[in-house]
């Protein structure tokens, strides 16, 4: 028993010296302590000033600025949706004047697709991949049409990457089976046809109900022929 209160007895003065030692560590550095804690106070506030007084009124303006962009890309009216009408600015103002913000990001979206409907290829891809998205939709149909991009320029092989990439970014029902069909043509270009079976195959077992399965018989008895030549 006295050997358990000895061992208690211990713990505690382990304890207190401990605290004694913080104790002291603060005494001696009680100045800079303080200084610490106001400047984290001061990050702090600085966060939410710039965010509710800079970054939410300019979230809001670059929403508005943008509206008139979308609709002229809706009625495919490229050049004006990039480069607005001289009253509403594009989508290329809103990303150079509105950095940091939502509409700024999904302007690099709309312009990588106007580009790509252009023909301005590598001006495409170079805005595709400066976008960031997390949706459902908006973020594959970017990577894919990086893809698009690609084969256009005659690199099917950074074009079969970037479309399993967006088929396997969310999967749903409208652009995963669309963009490992693309996948597969991509890889048929390159005479991959192992790979390229494999994904229809795939489209065929996984996503039966898909559009794109609805002819995957015919592209892989295709597929077939190709590797019994």
Known sequence: MAQKIDKTEERIHVVEESLSRTEHFIEEHQKGLINLGIALIAVVLGFYAIRNYYIVPREADATAQMFMAQKYFEKDSLKLALNGDGNYPGFLSVIDDYKWTS?????????????????????????????????????????????????????????????????????????????????????????????????????????????EAQEVDKYIAKIKTEQNK
């Open 103 to 211: 509409a700024s990001n999904l302007s690099h979206y709309y312009a990588g697709i106007c580009y790509l409907k252009q023909g301005k290829f590598q001006d495409a891809i170079d805005q595709l991949k400066k976008f960031s998205g997390k949706d459902e939709l908006v973020a594959p149909m970017a990577v894919g049409a990086i893809g698009d991009a690609y084969m256009e320029l005659n690199q099917p092989e950074k074009a079969a990457s970037e479309y399993e990439s967006a088929a396997n970014l969310r999967e749903n029902k409208l652009t995963t089976s669309l963009f490992l069909q693309k996948a597969a043509f991509a890889y048929e270009e390159l005479k991959n046809f192992d790979k390229a079976l494999t994904i229809y195959e795939k489209i065929k077992t996984k996503y039966p109900n898909s559009m």
